[in-house]
């Protein structure tokens, strides 16, 4: 980080005096300062403005030091927090590291020994910019036009991948409906040696049993009813390219045992032929299925399920990645007002966060059309909270999946809090009032019932 770019701190402390020595000596260096005498007054200032670095003293009236990190860390969890305390409090402070500060100084304290801590942990914080910035560069390389993402576990995702597109190991990808596993395969299968050769996919749940076999293996004149003209199977047609089995699971159990047959011989024998035809396939197979739940009620074999988990993805739910939200968002955006010719350019702030506080069952493909939605509704160029459909801003009673006391009562504490931040347009300071409660108070509960 770099001093020109005014960087903005934020000092807490119910003394008006170390305020003011701390203002005096961190603008004197160039830093962009704002002070609070008050934990509930820092929060506000926070939820308005980001700060790069805060630095608050340990025991306040109110909200403490050590709940004022807490709270700071919900809004933005990467924030340097530095902890003041008098020197009889070391203890104290050396605690609160534990807990998650990333430095102390101690009252009365001297000038260079903050600067020296507030430079560290700037620096530090630059240098995980630029880590963070060399997993987006690994991620735009393996990344298509289609799956968007940079958080750590699809950058963890994107560097298995880089491992294994040169192998032909089969691939295993599990995961959700909707979190896109026929786009890891597509990456997969574009960025490796069989890039040139064909892609192709078949949905096992979407045939019945009696054609699945003609359409993975192909059959002969005159095999069956109808066979007019030989035809290729799906493995015939794509010999030296990837073969994708979506809904492995759903595949049944006479099927199961031809494919691991073709597994183990790379031999397919067309219907109404008696002659094999060797085929070089990389197997791929997805599911959102529990395989080993299946195997163990003999609904899946074992042997095939061992010959496919030879690399296996896990694909996260979108509620796993919601720091990916805002650019997926921007994507979908961008690709639906081409399509639909409208001027929609964003999303504002407050449409934003619910976007981010929503549970998105469907995952991606589900944010894919409420998106498409929202940008066909839109009035003007931002899609706004009034474009979302009513379960995003205002949570159904169906939404409620609490069975104890506790459960339910969160359930309908999220409801309400979502309710009025619908209502006055993502305005914390105007719910908090209308629910009868302080700022601080509507923080705590936000971060207990997970609203972002």
Same mark, same amino acid.
């Given at each position: ?289 529990? #395989?080993?739940?299946?195997? %163990?009620? !003999?609904?899946?074999? *074992? =042997?095939?399920?061992?010959? +496919?988990?030879?690399?296996?993805? &896990? ?102 809090? #979502?309710?009025?931040?619908? %209502?006055? !347009?993502?305005?914390? *300071? =105007?719910?908090?009032?209308? +629910?009868?409660?302080?700022?601080? &108070? ?11």
């Amino acid at each position: 980080m770099k001093k020109n770019k005014k960087i903005r701190v934020l000092v807490v402390d119910d003394e008006i005096d170390i305020c003011r020595a701390l203002e005096f000596l961190l603008i004197k260096e160039g830093y962009d300062v704002m002070s609070a005498n008050e934990g509930e007054r820092a929060l506000e200032l926070y939820s308005k403005r980001r700060f790069e670095i805060v630095i608050t003293d340990l025991k306040m009236p109110g909200i403490s030091g050590l709940e004022l990190m807490k709270e700071i860390r919900a809004l933005s969890s990467s924030v340097p927090v530095i902890i003041m305390t008098a020197f009889a409090s070391v203890e104290n402070a050396v605690e609160a590291m534990k807990l998650g500060a990333s430095d102390y100084i101690v009252k009365p304290f001297i000038n260079d020994d903050v600067m020296m801590t507030v430079k560290r942990l700037l620096r530090q914080v630059s240098l995980e910019d630029e880590n963070r910035t060399l997993r987006l560069q690994l991620s735009s390389r393996m990344a298509s036009d289609e799956f968007i993402g940079a958080s750590p576990l699809i950058s963890a995702i994107f560097e298995e991948v880089e491992k294994v597109v040169p192998t032909k190991s089969n691939i295993l990808i599990l995961g959700e409906s909707g979190t896109g596993k026929s786009l890891i395969a597509e990456l997969i299968h574009r960025n490796s040696p069989r890039r040139d050769m064909p892609l192709l996919s078949l949905n096992c749940s979407a045939i019945p049993e009696t054609l699945l076999e003609s359409e993975l293996f192909g059959y002969r004149k005159g095999a069956f009813t109808g066979a007019n003209s030989d035809r290729k199977g799906l493995f015939e047609a794509c010999d030296g390219g990837t073969l994708l089995l979506d809904e492995i699971g759903d595949m049944p159990l006479t099927t199961q045992a031809k494919l691991l047959k073709v597994i183990e011989s790379g031999e397919i024998t067309p219907l109404g032929d008696t002659s094999p035809i060797y085929v070089d396939v990389r197997l791929i197979a997805a599911t959102n299925k529990d #395989l080993q739940s299946l195997v %163990k009620d !003999n609904r899946f074999r *074992e =042997d095939l399920y061992y010959r +496919l988990d030879v690399i296996q993805f &896990t694909m996260p739910s979108l509620r796993e990645r919601r720091e990916d939200i805002p650019a997926l968002a921007a994507h979908f955006v961008s690709r639906f007002s081409k399509l639909h010719g409208k001027d929609v350019t964003g999303v504002d702030e407050d449409a934003m966060d619910l976007l981010a506080g929503y549970s998105w069952g469907g995952n991606v493909r589900e944010l894919m059309n409420v998106i498409e939605r929202a940008v066909v509704l839109a009035m003007g160029s931002t899609i706004s909270p009034r474009d979302l459909p009513e379960r995003i801003t205002i949570p159904s009673a169906g939404d409620v999946t609490g069975t104890c006391l506790k459960d339910l009562v969160g359930d309908f504490e999220r409801k309400q809090i #979502l309710s009025k931040m619908s %209502k006055h !347009n993502g305005n914390k *300071e =105007d719910a908090a009032r209308d +629910l009868g409660i302080d700022l601080a &108070t509507l923080y705590r509960k936000m971060k207990k019932l997970g609203i972002k």
